[in-house]
């Protein structure tokens, strides 16, 4: 098996603040030097307030207590337990560190290490410092070219600017379709960028 390097990550949460809201879907997919996957982890986890958080959940990744376990989703405390142990395993052999790859990465690696309190388990298995942001890359791509977006762009938008199916069952986001459409994306601006 090849060693991971790079880690993509999508996570969907129950509200927009890490403060108060939670990770209720999360995918990362392990990628090796070449970004081809090594690996993936995937699960739900359980709000810790359903209720408090039930409406903005439902409507952006169509989360319902029904739906989730029927999905075997986990509790908080599971989750924060489990992800860490799934990493520490992956990243053995990367002393600085996965590198992580996403859509807006800071705002899923914040929630991310909230789950910790910033406890630096997770900052020594995940290296923030090095993080890859696709809005980044592409920015880096429209300057190398002159035609700079002013505007953060979506994850939609640089899905039909590469080509790439982006998977919303009935327009809603999922962690698995996210994480999917960011490698895909990622890997084609990476050619873009090496080509030059």
Not at 47 to 52: A, G, H, N, Q, R
Not at 59 to 81: D, H, L, P, R
Not at 91 to 105: A, N, R, T, V
Not at 135 to 158: C, F, G, H, K, R
Request: aromatic share 10%; proline share 5%.
């Amino acid at each position: 098996m090849s060693k991971p390097f790079y880690v993509v990550i999508d996570a969907e949460m129950s509200g927009p603040d890490p403060r108060q809201h939670d990770i209720i879907d999360i995918c990362m997919i392990f990628l090796d030097i070449t970004y081809e996957e090594v690996c993936r982890y995937k699960t739900y986890i359980h709000p810790v307030d359903p209720l408090e958080n039930w409406e903005e959940a439902e409507e952006i990744v169509g989360y319902s207590e029904e739906k989730w376990k029927e999905n075997n989703a986990m509790t908080q405390e599971e989750f924060s337990s489990d992800v860490i142990s799934f990493i520490k395993e992956m990243q053995s052999d990367c002393p600085h560190g996965l590198i992580p790859i996403g859509h807006g990465i800071h705002h899923d690696l914040d929630y991310l290490m909230m789950i910790y309190d910033y406890d630096t388990r997770m900052w020594d298995l995940i290296n923030s410092n090095a993080a890859i942001d696709l809005i980044a890359l592409e920015i880096i791509w429209e300057m190398i070219y002159d035609d700079v977006t002013p505007n953060p762009i979506s994850l939609q938008e640089l899905c039909d600017t590469y080509c790439v199916d982006l998977d919303r069952p009935d327009g809603r986001h999922t962690a698995s379709g996210d994480a999917q459409a960011t490698l895909e994306v990622f890997r084609k601006q990476m050619g873009l960028l090496c080509a030059i």
